[in-house]
């Protein structure tokens, strides 16, 4: 993962180029949140996440598989959704080879997205990413945070479990692994788990698939 946020471009050329000496071949392209307290003038040299990655074909060419973000539910400071697409369209433009979407739990969002997204042309393979859940008041805080939405019926039965650890964890279990199945169905180019340092959960849901 490189975000641009925060840097220049000097310095990011120098991050490139440590990445091709040490022979990284695939890079995830962000902008990046700045820190909490961080004024406007800590932004760096470029604004966008299509900056960075034209700015990797400029000094690299095709030397990196470069991915970017992609968001199926709207990015939570885009102004609608057709403005989402069009910033999508313009990382797809500047080089981008593929995408990882933020996580969601409505698979008829990423089907519609997807459907959008090959309207306007855009044909390179976008993942679905996956967030296992273990916790539901992180849960909450990390959707919040970015925009993901928890299906109503999903947030109720959560929060019906109250402390229950197992019970938050066996249902998470069911609903992402029928989650994936649904998007495998609909022949998604893979799944990118967001583990959160947390292998088990993931791997739970991959042997209910099927796919140990």
């Not at 992609?70 to 500047?94: G, I, S, T, W």
Request: net charge negative.
């Amino acid at each position: 993962h490189l975000s641009c946020i925060g840097s220049t471009r000097d310095e990011l050329a120098a991050i490139l180029q440590r990445y091709a000496e040490q022979g990284v071949s695939r890079i995830v392209a962000l902008h990046g949140y700045l820190p909490s307290g961080a004024g406007a003038g800590s932004i760096g040299d470029l604004k966008f996440a299509n900056e960075l990655v034209a700015l990797i074909r400029e000094l690299h060419g095709n030397r990196f598989h470069i991915e970017v973000a992609a968001y199926p539910e709207m990015h939570p400071q885009a102004p609608n959704f057709e403005r989402d697409l069009d910033n999508f369209k313009r990382k797809v433009n500047a080089g981008a080879d593929s995408a990882i979407t933020q996580y969601f739990y409505n698979a008829d969002a990423y089907d519609s997205f997807v459907n959008a997204c090959a309207d306007r042309g855009i044909d390179i393979p976008i993942v679905p990413g996956i967030m296992p859940i273990t916790n539901f008041s992180n849960l909450v805080r990390f959707s919040d945070a970015c925009g993901a939405e928890i299906p109503r019926w999903l947030r109720k039965r959560l929060e019906a479990y109250g402390d229950d650890v197992a019970s938050i964890r066996a249902l998470g279990t069911d609903v992402v692994t029928h989650l994936c199945q649904r998007l495998l169905d609909m022949d998604a180019p893979g799944l990118h788990f967001y583990t959160m340092n947390q292998a088990e959960p993931t791997l739970a849901v991959w042997d209910r698939l099927g796919l140990s």
